[in-house]
C-alpha cells in the first residue's frame, strides 16, 4: 500500500495537497495502523466530499463489503463485476457515494485480496470506503461537511496487514473494532414476526389469531413482533390503518399478557411523500443543494425522503415516536432502512452524513433505554454501540434466488451473508432474517429449508420465525424444534469459497459440531478431518451426521443446497459433587463438560 | 429445612420385606412416617432449583427418596417365629432429575443431555453394584398422571433391590431355558428390515415388539449383545440418547399430547453379574388411544397374562409415521 504516492512506514509526516494538509501518523500494531488528520489550510470554509488518502494493488480476486445490513460481504472478481454492474443504477440503497461506481467498484470499511488486509476501525466521522478501478483499489473516505479555515478533522483510523488465513485476519479486525467502539452487550432472542407470512396485509385480527396460536403449539417464544403494515404511514409510526382499529397500545398489552417481549417494527429515519408528517414538516428533510428535499429510495410505491436527524425539532420528533412506543409496553425495536439517515446532502447542522447518522441513533437508543433495538437496512459501522442485533444479511425468501447477489431477497444470500459476516458477531448480535419453518407455500426444498433454518441456529444470532402458525404441520415444527438444539454454542466459519464453507460449532446444546454448507450447484464433498483440529477432537473420536444419525466414516458428501450436520460422538466427562439433604439425605450433583472439577 | 417446616402426619412405622411362600416373591411393606415438608411456596416445583429437593441450580442429580421403601440402613426387624420370613429393607430408592428445566421433558430434551442422563444412569449404576447385597438395581421413569407422576418436572427413579425382583427372575429363567444364544440378539436378527422397526440407529433398534404386552409399547435394544450401560461405548451411549429421544418425541405427537408411560430400564443383576443378559429398554404406555387407558385389572394383575387391544404391526405403524425431533 502507498499513501500519497509513498510506501508504508512507520513515523509521522504531512502531506499537502491543494489546500488541505495531511497529518499522517503509522504505528506497529499487528501490522500498520494509520491515523490521518486533515486541516483546511485557507481561510475561507471549503466544503469537502471524497478524498482519496492511498492505494494499494490487488490480486484478481477480492473479499469486498458493502457499507449496510442488506449489501453482500463475500468474494468479487472486479473485473467481472463491474460488467454487471455497468448500466445498474446505483442507488442510495447500494451506497452513501453512488457515483463513485461510475467507475469502479467500492468496498466499504474493509476490503481484503489474496494476502492484504486494509479495514477502517470505524465510521464515526466520515464514511471510508476502498475504490477498485483498472486493478488498482484506492483508499478514500468521505466527509460530505465544510471545515471551517483551518480546521482540523481526524479521519477513522485504518487497519492494513497480510494475512494467511482471511478468517483469521477479520476475526482480528472484528476485534480490533470492537476495542474502538462501545459495543452493546446483548443475548440472541427467540421470536415471531408477522413479516414473511402476512407482509402488509397484516392485521388486529390475524396478528392477535397468531399470538393465541403461538401458545398452543408450545413454542416458546421469547419475542412476538410486529413488521410492517400497522402504520397509516410511512412516517406517521403512531397512528394506525384501519386493519388496526384499537392501537399500538392494545396489541402491546395483549403480548404481555402473553409474558413475551412486545416488538415493533419502524423506518425512523424514513418519511414518505403520502404521510402528514412530510405535509407539514418539509424542515424535517435533507436536501440538495437547491433546498429541494432528496428521495433516499422509493418503496411502497411512493417516493421517501430522509430525516435529517441534526435538526434539534426532527430529533424531537423521533424521540416522541419512542418514548410513546416506549409507554405503550414495547420492549424491543427493530428498525429499518436506516441508510436513510445516512445519505448525503444539505442539513440543519454543519455535520457529516455519519455524524447525523449517528446523532439520530443516539437519539433512539438513549430514549429506549435498556429496550433491544435490531438495526437493519442500516450503515454497519456507525451503528456499533447503539443497537443490539443488526441485520447483517439480504431479506431471506421463500425462494432460493440463487442468481443475483446484489441485497435482493433471496434465501440463499441472506445466509451466505450470514456465514461471511458471521465475524461481526463481536459487535452485536448477528440478525440473519428470519427462518421459516413451513413446509407448504414454500419455493425452498427440503434441504434448502433445513439451510434456512438450522445455519442460524448454529450461527447462534436471533433466531426469529416468520409463519402462519396454523399451517404448521407436526413435521415443520419438529424441525424447527430439532434446529433448537443447536443454539447455544460459539461458532466460527471457514470459507472455501463465496458458496462453501464450514461452521465449527462448540457448546452448542448438542455439543460440539462440524457443519458444512454448501450454497453452490453441484455436490461438494470434503473430510471431517480436515475440521477436526478446530474442536480440539482426537482423530478416533466418533461423529455422526444429523438428522440420519449415521456414523460419519471422515468422508462427507454435501448436495447442492444444503447442510450436513456433523454431531461429536466422544466420551463425555460429567463433574460429580457429593453433597448431604438437610436430614442426612446423599444428593450427587452431575454437571457436564461446560463445568469444569473432578471427573466422574 | 428445619424441623418446624415438617407436618407430622403419621406415627406407624413399618418397613421390612416379606416372602410369600405362596407365589415365591418378596413384597416390600413401606409405611414409614410420612413427614411432608412444606413448601416456601404452595404451587412451586419442589424439583426445581433452589425449592426443596436441591438447595442450587444443578445440571443433573440423584438423591435419595424422602420416602425410600428401601435404604442402606434399614430399621432392625423383627424375627417372625413362624411358616412367615422376613427380611430387613435393605436397599436404596433415588430420584433422579433429568434437567434443571422445568417444562422439559425427554422429548425435548437435546440429545446431550440425554447423553449426560445416561452417564448419570451409569455411575448410579456403578456406584451402587458396589454393595455386595444388592441384587438388582433398576431405573426407571413414570411419566404422566395416568402411571402415577405427581411432578411433571422431568425426571425418573432407580431402585436398588436387595433380591431378583419376580419378573427379572422370569428373565433369568427364560434365558435359561432359552435353546438359542440369546434370544434378544435372535429378536434383532428377525426383525432387522421389518414394519416392526420404530427406529434404527448404529448401534441400537427401537420396536414394537410381536409379542408386545401393552398398546404402543416399545423397546430398545443394543445390537452387540451387552448387559449394562457401563459396557457401552461413547458412540453407543450416544446412539442409546438419540433412540430415547425419537421414542418419545414420537409418542407425543402421536396423539398431539403429553404422553404418558412407564420406561424401565433392564440391566444384568449384580453380585453376581450374568453375562448372558441382554440389556434392553421397555416403553409401557397405558394408553390405547387418544383418551382411553388400559388398566391393569384383574387377569393382569391376577394371572401376569396380559390382552393388547392393539395389534403390534399396526402400533409399529403408527409410530414409524409419527413425526419426531432429534
Ligand atoms: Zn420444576
Ligand atoms: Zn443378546
Redesign the pocket.
Known amino acids: 500500500m502507498k499513501l500519497f504516492g509513498r510506501p508504508l512506514d512507520y513515523g509521522k509526516r504531512k502531506e499537502k495537497i491543494g489546500f488541505l494538509e495531511f497529518n499522517l501518523s503509522i504505528t506497529q500494531k499487528d501490522g500498520y495502523e494509520i491515523e490521518v488528520e486533515i486541516e483546511n489550510t485557507e481561510n475561507e470554509p471549503k466544503f469537502i466530499k471524497d478524498l482519496k488518502i492511498g492505494e494499494f494493488e490487488v490480486s484478481e480476486k477480492l473479499f469486498m463489503n458493502n457499507y449496510q445490513s442488506w449489501g453482500p460481504c463475500t468474494f468479487v472478481k472486479p473485473q467481472e463485476m463491474i460488467k454487471v454492474m455497468n448500466g445498474l443504477s446505483v442507488n442510495f440503497a447500494a451506497s452513501p457515494i453512488p457515483w463513485e461506481f461510475k467507475d469502479g467498484i467500492v468496498s466499504d470499511y474493509f476490503i481484503a485480496d489474496d494476502k492484504t488486509f486494509a479495514g477502517f476501525l470505524s465510521s464515526e466521522t466520515t464514511h471510508p470506503y476502498f475504490k477498485w478501478h483498472d486493478g488498482i483499489v484506492d483508499v478514500k473516505v468521505y466527509i460530505g461537511k465544510s471545515l471551517k479555515p483551518h480546521e482540523k478533522i481526524k479521519i477513522e483510523p485504518l487497519w492494513v496487514n497480510d494475512f494467511s488465513v482471511l478468517e483469521d485476519a477479520l476475526e482480528l479486525y472484528a476485534n480490533k473494532v470492537g476495542e474502538l467502539n462501545m459495543i452493546k452487550r446483548s443475548e440472541p432472542l427467540f421470536g415471531w414476526e408477522s413479516w414473511y407470512s402476512y407482509y402488509l396485509n397484516i392485521s388486529q385480527d390475524s396478528f392477535l389469531k397468531e399470538l393465541e396460536k403461538s401458545s398452543e403449539i408450545g413454542m416458546k417464544y421469547e419475542l412476538f413482533q410486529i413488521d410492517d403494515g400497522y402504520e397509516k404511514d410511512v412516517g406517521d409510526w403512531l397512528r394506525t390503518n384501519e386493519k388496526f382499529p384499537e392501537g399500538l397500545d392494545f396489541l402491546s398489552k395483549k403480548i404481555k399478557k402473553s409474558n413475551m417481549i412486545p416488538g415493533i417494527w419502524t423506518a425512523p429515519f424514513s418519511i414518505s411523500e403520502t404521510s402528514s408528517i412530510f405535509k407539514y414538516h418539509k424542515d424535517f428533510l435533507v436536501k440538495d443543494e437547491n433546498g429541494s428535499p432528496i428521495v433516499a429510495y422509493e418503496n411502497w410505491n411512493k417516493k421517501i425522503y430522509a430525516v435529517d436527524t441534526s435538526n434539534p425539532d426532527a430529533l424531537f420528533w423521533l424521540g416522541e415516536i419512542f418514548s410513546s412506543l416506549k409507554s405503550y409496553g414495547y420492549e424491543f425495536f427493530k428498525i429499518d432502512f436506516l441508510f436513510a439517515g445516512m445519505i448525503p446532502g444539505n442539513r440543519f447542522l454543519n455535520v457529516t452524513p455519519v455524524e447525523a447518522y449517528r446523532m439520530g441513533m443516539k437519539k433512539i437508543a438513549d430514549t429506549v433505554g435498556n429496550s433491544h433495538i435490531l438495526g437493519c437496512g442500516a450503515p454497519l459501522i456507525p451503528s456499533i454501540g447503539y443497537v443490539n442485533s443488526m441485520r447483517i444479511g439480504s431479506d431471506t425468501s421463500s425462494n432460493w434466488n440463487g442468481t443475483i447477489d446484489i441485497g435482493m431477497p433471496s434465501a440463499k444470500y441472506s445466509i451466505r451473508n450470514a456465514l461471511s459476516r458471521n465475524f461481526m458477531n463481536k459487535w452485536w448480535v448477528n440478525d440473519p432474517d428470519c427462518v421459516m419453518a413451513r413446509s407448504q407455500d414454500t419455493g425452498l426444498t427440503s434441504k434448502e429449508r433445513m439451510v434456512n433454518l438450522y445455519v442460524p441456529a448454529l450461527l447462534n444470532g436471533q433466531f426469529l420465525e416468520s409463519d402462519f402458525l396454523d399451517k404448521l404441520s407436526d413435521d415443520d415444527l419438529h424441525l424447527m424444534v430439532g434446529a433448537f438444539n443447536f443454539r447455544k454454542g460459539r461458532s466460527n466459519v471457514r470459507f472455501l469459497d463465496g458458496e462453501r464453507y464450514v461452521i465449527i460449532t462448540k457448546n452448542s446444546i448438542n455439543g460440539d459440531i462440524i457443519s458444512f454448507v454448501n450454497l453452490s450447484d453441484s455436490d461438494w464433498k470434503d473430510k471431517v478431518e480436515n475440521y477436526k483440529n478446530l474442536l480440539d477432537k482426537k482423530v478416533n473420536e466418533f461423529f455422526v451426521l444429523y438428522p440420519s444419525m449415521k456414523n460419519v466414516k471422515n468422508e462427507v458428501k454435501i448436495d447442492p443446497h444444503s447442510v450436513a450436520i456433523v454431531m461429536h460422538r466422544g466420551k463425555r466427562n460429567l463433574r460429580r459433587d457429593d453433597e448431604k439433604e438437610d436430614d442426612g439425605r446423599d444428593i450427587h450433583y452431575y454437571w457436564g463438560e461446560e463445568y469444569d472439577g473432578t471427573k466422574v | 429445612m428445619t424441623e418446624e417446616t415438617y407436618i407430622i402426619i403419621g406415627v406407624k412405622n413399618m418397613m421390612e420385606l416379606r416372602y410369600n411362600p405362596i407365589t415365591d416373591e418378596w413384597i416390600i411393606i413401606s409405611s414409614e412416617t410420612q413427614k411432608r415438608p412444606v413448601l416456601p411456596q404452595k404451587e412451586a416445583c419442589p424439583l426445581c432449583p433452589g425449592i426443596l429437593e436441591m438447595k442450587h441450580d444443578y445440571d443433573l442429580t440423584a438423591f435419595d427418596n424422602r420416602y425410600p421403601a428401601l435404604r442402606m440402613d434399614p430399621p432392625e426387624i423383627y424375627k417372625a417365629d413362624s411358616i412367615f420370613k422376613n427380611a430387613p429393607s435393605y436397599g436404596k430408592c433415588e430420584v433422579i432429575m433429568f434437567t434443571s428445566d422445568h417444562n422439559s421433558s425427554l422429548s425435548r430434551m437435546p440429545i446431550g443431555q440425554i447423553e449426560k442422563l445416561i452417564y448419570v444412569w451409569e455411575d448410579r449404576t456403578r456406584d451402587l453394584m458396589k454393595h455386595d447385597e444388592i441384587k438388582y438395581i433398576f431405573p426407571f421413569e413414570n411419566r404422566g398422571k395416568e402411571v402415577g407422576a405427581s411432578q411433571i418436572h422431568p425426571h425418573g427413579q432407580l431402585y436398588a433391590f436387595p433380591f431378583i425382583p419376580k419378573r427379572i427372575q422370569s428373565m433369568i429363567d427364560a434365558i435359561d431355558k432359552y435353546t438359542g444364544e440369546?434370544a434378544?440378539?435372535d429378536v434383532i436378527k428377525a426383525e432387522a428390515g421389518t414394519e416392526s422397526i420404530v427406529y434404527e440407529g448404529e448401534y441400537f433398534v427401537a420396536l414394537v415388539p410381536y409379542f408386545a404386552r401393552f398398546p404402543y409399547e416399545v423397546h430398545i435394544y443394543p445390537k452387540r449383545?451387552i448387559s449394562f450401560f457401563m459396557d457401552m461405548t461413547p458412540p453407543e451411549k450416544f446412539d442409546l440418547a438419540a433412540a430415547l429421544k425419537v421414542v418419545t418425541s414420537k409418542y407425543d405427537s402421536l396423539f398431539h399430547q403429553e404422553f404418558p408411560y412407564m420406561m424401565e430400564i433392564f440391566q444384568s443383576p449384580v453380585n453376581p453379574t450374568m453375562e448372558r443378559f441382554?440389556f434392553h429398554i421397555e416403553f409401557n404406555p397405558p394408553k390405547r388411544d387418544k383418551v382411553n387407558v388400559k388398566w391393569m385389572a384383574s387377569v393382569e394383575t391376577g394371572t401376569w397374562t396380559f390382552i393388547n387391544p392393539l395389534t403390534p404391526s399396526d402400533a409399529a405403524k403408527s409410530l414409524k409415521s409419527a413425526s419426531y425431533t432429534i
Do not use: K, R, T
Open positions: 440369546c434378544i440378539c449383545h441382554h
